[in-house]
């Protein structure tokens, strides 16, 4: 997954917080307490997301309806798994990134640790 613009991710976080499916009108709706935005801006970025796979739409009567395609925590793994993978040092990084922990973090990453590991995908 591509990784996403201020507005995309504005518009997956009230996908996010939501329960149920979105429509434009109800995303609209959310965003525009924070900014003012264009009813059809709102549109196209949810249309953007569909194509990038970030969102699925359902007929909603004449609208569409939203949904994110991964849990918030999912997409966040992945988006960290392109960027190591980007970066063409991992093991560096992750090292680096270890280092600057603060202690309730570190202990929380090793107890993730200790966990079983899920199977791997093929």
Avoid: C
């Avoid at 995303?27 to 924070?34: D, F, K, N, W, Y």
Wanted: proline share 4%; hydrophobic share 40%.
């Amino acid at each position: 997954m591509a990784g996403l613009g201020d507005l995309e991710s504005r518009i997956m976080a009230a996908l996010w917080d939501s329960d149920v499916p979105q429509t434009v009108r109800a995303v609209h709706s959310t965003l525009r307490a924070e900014r003012d935005l264009a009813y059809t801006t709102v549109m196209t970025v949810l249309d953007n997301l569909h194509t990038k796979g970030w969102v699925v739409r359902e007929r909603d009567g004449r609208a569409w309806s939203y949904r994110p395609t991964r849990a918030r925590e999912e997409a966040g793994a992945q988006m960290l798994r392109d960027l190591l993978d980007s970066l063409g040092d991992p093991r560096g990084v992750l090292m680096s990134f270890a280092r600057d922990m603060n202690t309730e973090e570190s202990q929380f990453l090793r107890q993730a640790l200790d966990e079983p590991r899920k199977p791997e995908r093929s």
